[in-house]
């Protein structure tokens, strides 16, 4: 892993850039459904369940034009996601276009990871990825995504992912998403991410958007995830995110939302909401629209809003950031980012 001296500083600039948009509780992720289309069938998405086509995305030009208008909030993290957003052919210009002022991440099924793009991911821009496992048992995952392989394919895409990052920067994780028959699994999973080499995080099953059927966990998890974050340090996820879990559980979500202040969700055809969960109450369009108008409008929806419907890992990664001990959370935030 040899030094690049001009993509050292560019990281390093928009590392200030995003460090002073937290400083000053400015906006610092935005979620980006760069399509819906997915080769998976997942029990817990309804994406799926509807044709979505081609034709109807963001193109590699609007991207460009939304991310110049993103910059108007600052250096945000910008979560590239789905559907599986590896379907797209042009998903290296997308990302190249965003690395300019943003740090493009991505969560993938792992599917279409091969020798190949493992690399041009990086190389175009990609800052961070995220493979989807959600279960050690490989019968288990292959199910609940709807098709036969899905598990093989996860770990091939970690391990493939791992082997070919070109810096110790580019972070490559193991994302679970948290179901009411799997928390015995995630310490299995823990030891699997340890095996390959990668970090792992979990986020809480969502089930407010669509007609999916409640699959959330007994309240009682919060206690166990913590004593396996101070287990195994390859399990970053904050752990001001995990001690609200019992809370989200119980209440079906967090109150005090701040959706729409430090976070933001564009869809396929740019149209902005304040989070995935709220895609059917969109504010504006951010292609045909100023982002000053858009922010004023998310401004006041954010204020009008009394949401408490989610703990997503999106909206707790954003929050859990201002939650006290400050201290401890940017510690644990310099240990997400740290070279691993």
């Known amino acids: 892993m040899s030094l690049n001296i001009p993509k050292e500083f560019h990281y390093y600039k928009k590392s200030l850039l995003l460090v002073s948009a937290f400083l000053r509780k400015k906006f610092i992720h935005c979620n980006l459904q760069v399509t819906y289309r997915c080769n998976f069938k997942c029990q817990i998405c309804d994406f799926w369940k509807k044709d979505y086509a081609e034709a109807d995305e963001l193109s590699t030009e609007d991207i460009r034009v939304m991310s110049k208008k993103l910059k108007e909030l600052g ?3 910008v979560s590239l996601a789905g559907g599986e957003p590896l379907i797209r052919e042009d998903l290296y210009e997308i990302i190249k276009i965003l690395d300019k002022h943003h740090f493009p991440i991505l969560i993938t099924n792992g599917w279409f990871i091969d020798e190949d793009n493992s690399k041009r991911l990086f190389q175009s821009g990609l800052q961070e990825i995220s493979v989807s496992l959600d279960y050690a048992n490989p019968a288990k995952h292959d199910a609940q995504r709807g098709l036969e392989g899905a598990f093989a394919k996860a770990v091939s895409a970690l391990e493939l992912l791992l082997k070919n990052r070109p810096s110790l920067k580019n972070r490559v994780h193991m994302i679970t998403v ?146 006290p001990p400050r201290l401890r959370q940017l510690k644990d935030f310099l240990v997400t980012v740290k070279r691993h």
């Not at 699997?192 to 809480?204: D, H, P, R, S, W």
């Not at 703990?311 to 954003?318: E, I, K, L, V």
Request: charged share 25%; proline share 2%.
């Open 75 to 77: 250096t945000l993290i």
């Open 178 to 323: 948290l179901m009411d028959d799997n928390l015995q699994e995630i310490e299995p999973l823990i030891k699997l991410a340890k095996e390959i080499g990668v970090t792992y995080m979990v986020n809480l099953y969502s089930f407010n958007r669509g007609t999916k059927t409640g699959k959330l966990p007994a309240n009682n998890v919060t206690n166990y995830l913590l004593s396996l974050k101070k287990k195994y340090k390859e399990f970053i996820t904050l752990h001001s995110y995990i001690e609200k879990l019992d809370q989200a559980i119980t209440y079906g979500g967090i109150g005090d939302c701040q959706t729409g202040r430090l976070l933001l969700n564009i869809d396929n055809k740019g149209n902005v909401a304040r989070c995935t969960e709220t895609l059917d109450e969109p504010v504006g369009n951010i292609i045909k629209e100023s982002m000053s108008a858009i922010k004023m409008k998310l401004w006041q929806r954010y204020k009008n809003q009394k949401c408490a419907l989610c703990w997503t890992s999106c909206r707790g990664f954003a929050e859990s950031m201002y939650s």
